[in-house]
């Protein structure tokens, strides 16, 4: 069945670095577009990234260009997302997601989310 | 970026009644909305894309329809298990983006 594990969450000061992974299983990874999503304690969900097949093509919320950048190892099976000069803003779950498959956006599978921390 | 709107904030139903819930685009999306539904403490869980396409395994109960900046997601006889938060996405343009949610309570 089709799994996503997110990993590398955890407390950090402002203006510190984390890289978050997401391991996929249970399908082939490097046919799927992939997504980061994010939710703030309490809050809805925001999008943050996306990146195709061959990581030829990303995308970013304002909130995060330049900031954060993701990436992919189709020969692992993992997605990344390296998050520098962090905010308190960005304390958050954290979300892979796999998009529906041919399509960009809706995501039809999710990892259980990890917690980002950000504070001094 | 395109703003999402949901309708109402929170929506107070019994179980067996119909609920219906609105999504407005700030422009169009044409048919690129997608639902999602989260319960308390997990993963949102993707219920209807290209405004009207179920997920898979999706209870027929569900149904989405609309396009360009006007969608709806309809329950037409609520179970327990759909008391939760509903979100609704466009991505048509980048960025993507979701509205604020739909809290669907038990009256």
């Known amino acids: 069945q089709v799994q996503l594990v997110e990993s590398g969450g955890g407390l950090v000061k402002p203006g510190g670095s984390l890289r978050l992974s997401c391991a996929a299983s249970?399908?082939?990874?490097?046919?799927?577009?992939m997504s980061w999503i994010r939710q703030a304690p309490g809050k809805g969900l925001e999008w943050l990234s996306y990146?195709?097949?061959?990581?030829?093509?990303?995308h970013y919320a304002d909130s995060v260009k330049g900031r954060f950048t993701i990436s992919r190892d189709n020969a692992k099976n993992s997605l990344y997302l390296q998050m520098n000069s962090l905010r308190a803003e960005d304390t958050a779950v954290y979300y892979c997601?796999?998009?529906?498959?041919?399509?960009?956006?809706?995501?039809?599978?999710w990892g259980q989310g990890t917690l980002v921390t950000v504070s001094s | 970026e395109i703003v999402m709107t949901q309708s109402p904030a929170t929506l107070s139903v019994s179980p067996g009644e119909r609920a219906t819930l609105s999504c407005r685009a700030s422009?169009?999306?044409?048919?690129?909305l997608a639902w999602y539904q989260q319960r308390p403490g997990q993963a949102p869980r993707l219920l209807i894309y290209?405004?009207?396409t179920r997920a898979t395994g999706l209870p027929a109960r569900f149904s989405g329809s609309g396009s360009g900046t006007e969608f709806t997601l309809t329950i037409s006889s609520l179970q327990s298990e759909d008391f939760a938060v509903y979100y609704c996405?466009?991505?048509?343009?980048?960025?993507?983006?979701f509205g604020r949610g739909t809290k669907v309570e038990i009256k």
């Open positions: 996405q466009q991505h048509n343009n980048w960025p993507q983006t």
């Open positions: 997601a796999r998009d529906v498959e041919g399509m960009v956006g809706p995501a039809d599978y």
């Open positions: 422009q169009s999306v044409g048919s690129n």
């Open positions: 290209g405004a009207s």
């Open positions: 249970g399908f082939t990874f490097s046919d799927y577009y």
């Open positions: 990146i195709s097949t061959s990581s030829t093509y990303t």
